[in-house]
């Protein structure tokens, strides 16, 4: 039923376009998620926190392959710290060299994939 401007002089002025609320979404939130809301309503927090909140791309598969290669030789670097206390720092040079130029190469390799427009420096690699 529509509302006459003329048989409701008083009333509520329509709202324009771009002042009407959309259909509504549904979100699932845990409770922990939902506690941070504090006392505020939690349609308002929701609102707030969806309106301000910083968006990120997911990771890519390639990217992901090399944060995971970055893990393994993190992991390969302690057991060199570990084996370098216990054994001495010279016995083990050679393998830390190794493992730093492997460090190096994922480096490279992950921001070539970040940032493919800027020229990265080749030089680098040849430490």
Same mark, same amino acid.
């Given at each position: 039923m529509?509302?006459?401007?003329?048989n409701n002089?008083?009333? #509520?002025?329509?709202?324009?376009?771009?002042?009407?609320?959309?259909?509504?979404i549904?979100? #699932?939130?845990?409770?922990?998620?939902?506690?941070?809301?504090?006392?505020?309503?939690?349609?308002?927090?929701?609102?707030?926190?969806s309106?301000?909140?910083?968006?990120?791309?997911p990771?890519?598969k390639?990217l992901?392959k090399?944060?995971?290669?970055?893990n393994n030789?993190?992991?390969n670097?302690?057991?060199l710290?570990?084996?370098? #206390?216990?054994?001495?720092?010279?016995?083990?040079?050679?393998?830390?060299?190794?493992?730093?130029?492997?460090?190096?190469?994922?480096?490279?390799?992950?921001?070539v994939?970040?940032?493919?427009?800027?020229?990265?420096d080749d030089?680098?690699?040849?430490?």
């Amino acid at each position: 039923m529509v509302k006459h401007v003329i048989n409701n002089p008083s009333g #509520r002025k329509p709202l324009s376009d771009d002042e009407k609320m959309g259909a509504p979404i549904s979100v #699932r939130y845990t409770g922990k998620q939902m506690r941070k809301a504090g006392t505020m309503p939690l349609c308002a927090y929701i609102r707030e926190s969806s309106l301000n909140a910083i968006v990120r791309l997911p990771v890519s598969k390639e990217l992901m392959k090399e944060i995971r290669d970055l893990n393994n030789l993190g992991t390969n670097i302690n057991l060199l710290a570990k084996s370098a #206390r216990t054994a001495g720092y010279k016995s083990i040079a050679d393998q830390c060299l190794v493992a730093a130029e492997g460090v190096c190469k994922v480096l490279h390799e992950a921001r070539v994939k970040i940032k493919p427009k800027e020229e990265v420096d080749d030089s680098l690699l040849n430490r």
